[in-house]
Antibody, heavy 119, light 107 residues
Framework: QVQLVQSGAEVKKPGASVTVSCKAS????????ISWVRQAPGQGLEWMGW????????NYAQKFRGRVTLTTDTSTSTAFMELRSLNSDDTAVYYC????????????WGQGTLVTVSA | DIQMTQSPSSLSASVGDRVTITCRAS??????LNWYQQKPGKAPKLLIY???SLQSGVPSRFSGSGSGTDFTLTISSLQPEDFATYYC?????????FGQGTKLEIK
């Protein structure tokens, strides 16, 4: 069965960077893209960006462009999301999602990773 | 960016009730509309894609309709496990955007 398993919770200081990983199993990793979606405490869902696992193409939301980098490692079927220059507004649960071509629905989700930014 | 607006923001209903949630896009998105269910502390779950297609494994009491700018999610007979927050999301263009959510609570 399709599974996306994310790395554990992180606590970071303002100005630091964080990298969240997402290990995929149960499907052909290179056949689908990965999107990242975040959710601040008590708030709604916000799409951050998408990466094609097949060729590495990326598409970032304007809000995060220059501050986020999405990558993948096909040898371990793992996707990564790096977010830099963290501030308190980045405190959120970050989800990876399976996203076939960057233009459809998010059919499978990781369990989420809480990133807390606090001095 | 395409703005997605859901109504109502919250809703109280009883087991067995028929419930409808609406989602309006700020411009036409044809049928590129998806619905998700989220329970507290859990990741969202895809229910409906392309406005009216039921995701595999989702009970048939869930249905979606609409096209253009106006969409609905209907639950025909509420079950205890359906009390959750529901989000619509457009996949017409990027950035993919979500509605603000509708919290469905037990009356």
């Amino acid at each position: 069965q399709v599974q996306l398993v994310q790395s554990g919770a992180e606590v970071k200081k303002p100005g630091a960077s964080v990298t969240v990983s997402c290990k995929a199993s149960g499907y052909t990793f290179t056949g689908y893209g990965i999107s990242w979606v975040r959710q601040a405490p008590g708030q709604g869902l916000e799409w951050m960006g998408w990466i094609s696992v097949y060729n590495g193409d990326t598409n970032y939301a304007q809000k995060f462009r220059g501050r986020v980098t999405l990558t993948t490692d096909t040898s371990t079927s793992t996707a990564f999301m790096e977010l830099r220059s963290l501030n308190s507004d980045d405190t959120a649960v970050y989800y990876c999602t399976r996203d076939p071509d960057g233009n459809t629905d998010f059919d499978y989700w990781g369990q989420g990773t809480l990133v807390t930014v606090s001095a | 960016d395409i703005q997605m607006t859901q109504s109502p923001s919250s809703l109280s209903a009883s087991v067995g009730d028929r419930v409808t949630i609406t989602c309006r896009a700020s411009q036409s998105i044809r049928i590129y509309l998806n619905w998700y269910q989220q329970k507290p502390g859990k990741a969202p779950k895809l229910l409906i894609y392309s406005a009216s297609s039921l995701q595999s494994g989702v009970p048939s009491r869930f249905s979606g309709s609409g096209s253009g700018t106006d969409f609905t999610l209907t639950i025909s007979s509420l079950q205890p496990e359906d009390f959750a927050t529901y989000y619509c999301q457009q996949s017409y263009n990027t950035p993919r955007t979500f509605g603000q959510g509708t919290k469905l609570e037990i009356k």
